[in-house]
């Protein structure tokens, strides 16, 4: 049974800090993996897809990083802003459903 | 395009009522997939249709069933609700299903008193 899991649960940093969001997974066999953004109380938002054949995937400051071999991925946020607060997701997708992660809830001060 | 949207937004039900949430996908997609978010549980898939077909169902009770239309909306239904059925419901789609990016709607939040 796919599982994922995220750590750290929670992170807080002062702006402008660069940092990492690490996620696992235990079964290799994905098509994808997926990170998305949640704000409170509201739906998901999707940041970055790598496919499995991939490596890694960049949009602007996000860089996500996939090795299926480790079953570990990351993302990295480049000087982080108090609007990248939210909680990021990870989640696998397994036949045609995503399996996620608990999600670690970012904090950034100004 | 006009993103996935969902309807109703908030709903309130009592136990052992009846609820249908409804789902719209983006033009074009033909996968709905709908989840189940909890602050316990955290995302669980339930379902996922494809033209009109359900392709996957998540490990849930039979009181939760879905439905795909031929225009791609799709239906959830809860029966006999329980107080454990209080969540944000949220609705995906994709246009195919597979190695694609999922695209969320901004969910229903159920409350069962």
């Known amino acids: 049974k796919q599982e994922v899991t995220q750590i750290p649960a929670a992170l807080s940093v002062p702006e402008g800090e660069n940092l990492v969001l690490n996620c696992s997974f235990t079964d290799s066999a994905i098509y994808n993996l997926q990170w998305f953004r949640q704000d409170p109380g509201k739906g998901l938002t999707s940041l970055l897809l790598i496919q499995s054949s991939q490596r890694e995937q960049t949009s602007g400051r996000l860089n996500a990083s996939l090795d299926k071999s480790s079953g570990r991925s990351t993302l990295y946020i480049a000087a982080s802003q108090p609007g990248d607060s939210a909680t990021y997701l990870c989640a696998v997708l397994a036949g045609t459903a995503l399996i996620f992660g608990k999600g670690t809830t970012l904090s950034v001060s100004s | 395009k006009a993103g996935v949207t969902q309807t109703p937004r908030y709903l309130i039900k009592t136990r052992g009522q009846q609820v249908t949430l409804s789902c719209s996908p983006i033009?074009?997609?033909?996968?709905v997939s709908w989840y189940q978010q909890t602050p316990g549980q955290g995302l669980q898939f339930l379902f996922e249709?494809?033209?009109?077909?359900?392709?996957n169902k998540g490990n849930f009770p039979g009181r939760f069933s879905g439905r795909q239309f031929s225009n791609s909306r799709s239906e959830m239904n809860v029966s006999t609700l329980e107080l454990g059925d209080s969540a944000l419901y949220l609705c995906?789609?994709?246009?195919?299903?597979?190695?694609?990016?999922?695209?969320f709607g901004p969910g229903t939040r159920l409350t069962v008193l």
């Open positions: 995906a789609s994709s246009t195919r299903g597979r190695a694609d990016t999922q695209y």
């Open positions: 249709y494809f033209s009109e077909t359900q392709r």
């Open positions: 033009s074009g997609h033909r996968s």
